[in-house]
């Protein structure tokens, strides 16, 4: 299958900064598009922003000009640059991945996967 494993959250001050980071391992021959979403306490997920294989970037309107994504395909992983943090930032943050799977040699099959979330606290 396809593993994924996020890091870089934690703790940090209103006005700070913080880099996400998620690398995908596994039977993948290519990954499509890539993305983040969040859940804060009491609400429903959200997306937050999603970057395309050939670079075209998508950001929700609240982290818009704060937050950055971008991705290394040599590395399968994607990247999250949060700047100007805010309180109401506060969330599990999940990476979200299109790969193209290799089910078996000359077949391959897309295959949406998600990350286990990192915690991202933003806090005096």
């Known amino acids: 299958q396809v593993q994924l494993v996020e890091s870089g959250g934690g703790l940090v001050q209103p006005g700070g900064s913080l880099r996400l980071s998620c690398a995908a391992s596994?039977?993948?021959?290519?990954?499509?598009?890539m993305g983040w979403y969040r859940q804060a306490p009491g609400k429903e997920r959200e997306f937050v922003a999603t970057?395309?294989?050939?670079?075209?970037?998508n950001y929700v309107d609240s982290v818009r000009g704060r937050f950055i994504i971008s991705r290394d395909n040599a590395k399968n992983s994607v990247y999250l640059q949060m700047n100007s943090l805010k309180p109401e930032d506060t969330a599990v943050y999940y990476c979200?991945?299109?790969?193209?799977?290799?089910?078996?040699?000359?077949?391959?099959?897309?295959?949406?996967?998600w990350g286990q979330g990192t915690l991202v606290t933003v806090s005096l």
């Open positions: 979200n991945l299109e790969t193209m799977y290799v089910e078996y040699i000359g077949f391959s099959r897309k295959l949406e996967v």
């Open positions: 970057i395309t294989k050939s670079g075209r970037t």
């Open positions: 596994g039977r993948i021959s290519s990954i499509n598009d």
